[in-house]
């Protein structure tokens, strides 16, 4: 494997050398050509000792700080962290028919991911609800997860005054600009436009993250065939071009910030023109996407339980296995999208969401592997119950039934009585999702610290009945 992701490295150095990548900010475009880069209109290009040089400034590995410490993060290394679903706007039932989401779904979605114990960071685009102001709604879904949880935050892109906005909040929920640039507290996605492209609301995004020391997760998502070159190893080099050139434009902001390389490297269905993330192919790039990240000494972001199923179904469920699985098995850092995409990103499922839990629970019951020694050998148990003997009833079996073996939260085993067997999986799912909802309960969070919060918002124009509305939203006690 060192051969072929050396050459994919060796390709998206020359990528960027000799091809360039257009910035569509006359800022930074000039900041690039001062620090010697060839700029040919909007197009720079990246010499590989500048790039690597860059990328050597950032760390290998760092910490996202929550309002409550109990879920910082380690963000690099050996640390695989989960976060949840990011970006779609339809919010799908069981049988495929689809409505948009609100921001009532949003702030349930943020309640249910502060419940999981598989998430320590919240917030992001959850869902992108309608029927708020489109140009408010970033500062909506941050305040929402703050109010919500008290995990670490995600963030959401916007230009540079939606992202001022959002740090002058982050700002005052953590204590004061000077408490909120001495950590990282805010992760904030970049997406690049492939092939080679990065817009204007990107590097404003990227500027003023910088600014307030706030870590940064670039990812590209060339589609092998369309945006990208069809082969994989030319797609993952593509893919990778872009994510050092936005590392490196990041690290001459500001040396030293924290940053994730997140390739999104996706496969296409050339009968049609979609994206494809539930083949084979989507795995395969993420295992490569890690290797590349290591080989960085960077912190990598990629996979999930990703499908291109409409609904929940069979296949949503093997093609979401298939993608934790060589997720966790290669060690992915942050993993977006853990739990309940759909359809390609075009939507997410409540009911998706809790079989992803599962698969999480299965994926680490699975790598945790075998405990071999005398004890679990057990050799003298064994020599006790003897040929034809059984061991259900031994005091062995009874001391160790509760922690030793596996059982499914929402999955059906055995006898379902009456009524088809998928009505009982979904019944135990709208069960465990009531049971967690009932159960929330709302992180403590000052008052003097609400109202601040809630006069920032104001200023930033949001109307005071709608921040009223979602408060009241985050309160209630679910009846769902």
């Known amino acids: 494997m060192k051969k072929k992701l050396t050459a994919i490295h060796r390709q998206a150095l020359q990528i960027l050398a000799e091809v360039g990548i257009k910035l569509h900010h006359s800022e930074l475009v000039e900041r690039m050509h001062q620090l010697g880069m060839p700029v040919k209109n909007k197009t720079v290009f990246l010499t ?84 708020i102001p489109a140009d408010k709604s970033h500062l909506l879904m941050l305040y929402a997860a703050l109010v ?10 916007g230009n540079r005054l939606q992202m001022q906005a959002l740090m002058d909040l982050g700002a005052i929920a953590f204590g004061g600009r000077a408490a909120f640039a001495a950590k990282p507290h805010l992760l904030t996605l970049i997406s690049t436009i492939s092939p080679l ?9 990227m500027i003023i993250a910088t600014r307030h020391n706030q870590p940064l997760l670039i990812s590209p998502s060339p589609a092998a065939g369309t945006t990208g070159p069809i082969d994989m190893a030319a797609n993952i080099s593509l893919a990778a071009a872009e994510a050092l050139a936005g590392i490196a434009i990041v690290q001459t902001l500001r040396p030293g910030i924290p940053v994730i390389f997140g390739l999104q490297c996706l496969g296409a269905d050339l009968r049609t023109g979609n994206i494809s993330i539930g083949s084979p192919a989507y795995a395969l790039q993420s295992k ?86 005398r004890d ?43 009524g088809p067997p998928a009505d009982k999986f979904l019944k135990r799912i709208a069960d465990r999702q009531q049971a967690m909802l009932h159960s929330y309960s709302q992180p403590p969070l000052d008052r003097s610290l609400l109202a601040d919060l809630d006069d920032c918002m104001v200023r930033q124009g949001v109307d005071r009945s709608l921040l009223s509305t979602v408060s009241s939203q985050i309160g209630e006690r679910s009846n769902h």
């Open 48 to 131: 590989p000792d500048f790039v690597m040089d860059a990328v050597g400034r950032a760390p290998a590995s760092f910490t996202l700080h929550a309002r409550n410490p109990r879920y910082d993060m380690v963000i690099g290394g050996d640390h695989v962290n989960c976060a949840p679903g990011y970006g779609c706007a339809a919010i799908c039932a069981p049988d495929g028919k689809r409505r948009n989401a609100v921001m009532a779904d949003y702030v349930r979605l943020a309640k249910l991911v502060h419940q999981s114990p598989h998430f320590n960071i919240n917030g992001g685009i959850l869902v992108q609800p309608s029927g």
């Open 197 to 205: 492209q990065i817009d204007e609301m990107a590097l404003d995004a």
């Open 288 to 373: 490569y996407t890690a290797a590349l990240a290591r080989m960085y000494r960077l912190p990598s972001r990629c996979g999930g339980t990703l499908t291109d199923a409409p609904n929940l179904s069979p296949q949503s469920g093997y093609e979401s296995m298939l993608n934790m699985l060589a997720t966790f098995q290669n060690g992915v850092n942050l993993i977006v999208h853990s739990a309940g995409t759909l359809d390609s990103f075009a939507a997410i499922s409540y009911e998706k969401f809790f079989m992803d839990l599962e698969i999480i629970d299965m994926v680490h019951y699975y790598l945790k592997d075998l405990d071999v020694c």
């Open 148 to 157: 919500t949880s008290d995990k670490c935050l995600m963030g959401v892109p």
């Open 376 to 418: 679990t050998l057990n050799m003298e148990l064994i020599r006790g119950v003897g040929p034809g003997g059984q061991f259900l009833t031994t005091r062995d079996t009874l001391q160790k039934c509760r922690s030793h073996s596996w059982n499914p939260v929402i999955g059906v085993r055995g006898n379902t009585g009456d």
